[in-house]
Structures are given as structure tokens and as C-alpha cells.
């Protein structure tokens, strides 16, 4: 967290941990393998959290549910980021030069593949979402995206963020659902 991943080195994070850095070697392969142990589990957790969603939302579509959004991605942030904001923090912050540097944009890039996935099957059902231009919905998403998470980024408290989480739904929610049609 002091220095990012790109100004720390193995050395430095030995001497944090109280071990030398060939001490360190043994237990990764290098700083980005070390890296990847920290902030891999906090990956791995949202992405198991959409896939469950997109479940879910897929249930509420078979039995015709009109608001298939009873969870959201803000249920996500409470729920599996706040828990572990630190980890989240340093995936966010501190990232540049690692291959998670580009991580918001990514979960962007895969948020939009699964919705697009997901319109046809909205219509199969009986659901009539907006068109929408891929390229449109990337901006919305990355908006959506980047204004869930700048809490996090700031190191807002729980309450803070909270609160800004709340504004966050108020604003975007009602506009996924007249895009989806609901």
C-alpha cells in the first residue's frame, strides 16, 4: 500500500515483512506473482457475485418477474467489497503497471459481454429492452461502474460510502430499467 505495485520491489516488501527478499522468492515467483495472491481473491469474489446475479436475474426473467434488478451491483459492493476494502483499495489503487492496472475497465468489458449475452434471452422471454449500441452501453457501464467504486478509491468510511451507494442506486437503477424495458 506505501508504494504500488510498480515502486515496491521485493526487497522492500521483505523487510516489511521481516524476512529477506530471497526469503520471499520462496514463496512466489516475483513481486507480480505476489501481487496476484493479494488481490486475486477480491477478483475471484466479484466475479463469482455477477455470475450468481445474471442466475438470478435469469430466474426472475422465467417467472416473469418485472424487476429482475432485486439485487444490484451496489447489493455487490455492500455485501463482498466493503467487507474487504482493503484488498479492494490496493486492487484499485495501487495496481498501475501490474496486469490489473486496467481492472475497472475490464469489469466494465465484462459486464457488458455478459448484458449483451443477456438481451436476447430478455426478449425470449417476452422482454422488450431499448435498442442500444454496444458503444452506448459501454459509456453507461463504465459511469455505472466508476461511480460504484470511487468510494472505495477515496477510502470513504463504510457510512460514507453507504450513503453515496444509496444516491448511486437512486440515480442509475431507474434508467437500467427503462433501457431493459422493465
Known amino acids: 500500500m506505501a508504494y504500488g505495485f510498480e515502486n515496491a520491489s521485493m526487497r522492500r516488501i521483505g523487510e516489511r515483512c521481516g524476512m529477506s527478499a530471497a526469503g520471499l522468492y520462496r514463496h512466489c515467483r516475483d513481486k507480480a506473482d505476489l501481487f496476484r495472491e493479494l488481490v486475486q481473491p477480491a477478483v475471484e469474489r ?3 457475485w455477477l455470475e450468481a446475479h445474471i442466475s438470478r436475474s435469469a430466474a426472475s426473467l422465467e417467472n416473469r418477474c418485472v424487476d429482475i434488478f432485486g439485487d444490484s451491483e451496489i447489493d455487490m ?4 467489497v466493503y ?5 479492494y483499495r490496493l486492487l484499485l489503487t495501487k495496481a498501475q503497471g501490474s496486469p490489473y492496472e486496467n481492472y475497472l475497465h475490464d469489469l466494465t468489458e465484462r459486464s457488458q459481454n455478459m448484458m449483451l449475452q443477456f438481451i436476447p434471452y430478455m426478449h425470449e422471454k417476452g422482454f422488450v ?5 454496444p458503444k ?4 453507461l457501464l463504465s459511469a ?14 463504510r457510512e460514507e460510502a453507504f450513503r453515496c451507494l444509496e ?6 437503477l431507474p434508467g437500467w430499467n427503462k433501457l431493459l424495458g422493465f
Open 46 to 48: 466479484i466475479d463469482t
Open 77 to 80: 459492493m455492500r455485501e463482498v
Open 83 to 87: 467487507p474487504h476494502m482493503e484488498e
Open 129 to 133: 429492452p431499448e435498442p442500444i449500441d
Open 136 to 139: 452506448e452501453l459501454h459509456i
Open 144 to 157: 455505472y461502474v466508476t461511480a460504484m467504486f470511487e468510494p472505495v478509491i477515496h477510502g470513504y468510511t
Open 167 to 172: 444516491k448511486v442506486e437512486t440515480f442509475f
